[in-house]
Nanobody, 121 residues
Framework: QVQLVESGGGLVQAGGALRLSCAAS????????MGWYRQAPGKQRDLVAA???????NYADSVKGRFTISRDNAKNTVYLQMNSLKPEDTAVYYC???????????????WGQGTQVSVSS
């Protein structure tokens, strides 16, 4: 059973920075893509950033230039460095991992428990 454990959330003032970590229970090289999503109260869960096993990254327009996703394969950990935080970045941030099944039978999707990020103005 895959487990994803997030850490690093907290309360920060606007303009500040936080680094989120997502530690996987096994090798992250087995995942096609890992990413970070966020969900604010009353809103849907949206993609923030993603990274493939080859290192290709993708970002939501709202965080481009401010957030950076990276991975450390040796530590089985994915990070989200968040700079120049804004109050609208306030949300629960979830780690996500996707692994393709054999023979093209879809994929397995895993989620962490979430970590709260609050940005005060």
């Amino acid at each position: 059973q895959v487990q994803l454990v997030e850490s690093g959330g907290g309360l920060v003032q606007a303009g500040g920075a936080l680094r989120l970590s997502c530690a996987a229970s096994g090798s992250i090289l087995s995942f096609n893509t890992m990413g970070w999503y966020r969900q604010a109260p009353g809103k849907q869960r949206d993609l923030v950033a993603a990274i493939t096993w080859t290192g290709t990254t993708n970002y939501a327009d709202s965080v481009k230039g401010r957030f950076t996703i990276s991975r450390d394969n040796a530590k089985n950990t994915v990070y989200l460095q968040m700079n120049s935080l804004k109050p609208e970045d306030t949300a629960v941030y979830y780690c996500n991992a996707n692994r393709a099944r054999a023979y093209g039978l879809g994929q397995d999707v895993y989620w962490g428990q979430g970590t709260q990020v609050s940005v005060s103005s």
